[in-house]
C-alpha cells in the first residue's frame, strides 16, 4: 500500500520535471477524463504526447492541462484497469483545445 501511495505521489512530480516546457509551448490542451459507464473521474490518469517526454497526471477531478508546440500530435490516454485511448489532434498556434475523454474498463477474464 505505501508503494502505491508513493508512486501516487511522485507521478505529478515526474510531470512538472519532464512534461511542461511552456517556453516552447503555445497551445494547450484540457480537459478532463472519466469512466465511459458511470462518469466517475478518473484521478491519477496519464495524459501524455507519443513519441515525447511530455505529459501530465490527471487531477482528483479528473482534470488535466498539457501546454505542446503546434502541429499534429497523437494523445494517449492511460489509466489502470481501463483501455488506453489514443486521440489524434491537429493543433495550430496559441490554439486551446477542451477534450473530455471516457475511457471504457477493460474485462479481464482469469483462466484456471
Known sequence: MRKWIFVLLLLP???VLFGQNSKTASSLIRGKVFD???KSNLA???ISIRGSLNGTV???NGMFLLYTSPGTIS???SYLGYTDTSLSLSLQENEN???EIPLTSKI???SN
Open 13 to 15: 512530480t515526474v510531470s
Open 36 to 38: 465511459a459507464v458511470n
Open 44 to 46: 491519477g490518469a496519464t
Open 58 to 60: 490527471a487531477d482528483l
Open 75 to 77: 494523445l494517449q490516454v
Open 97 to 99: 483545445i477542451n477534450l
Open 108 to 110: 479481464v477474464q482469469l
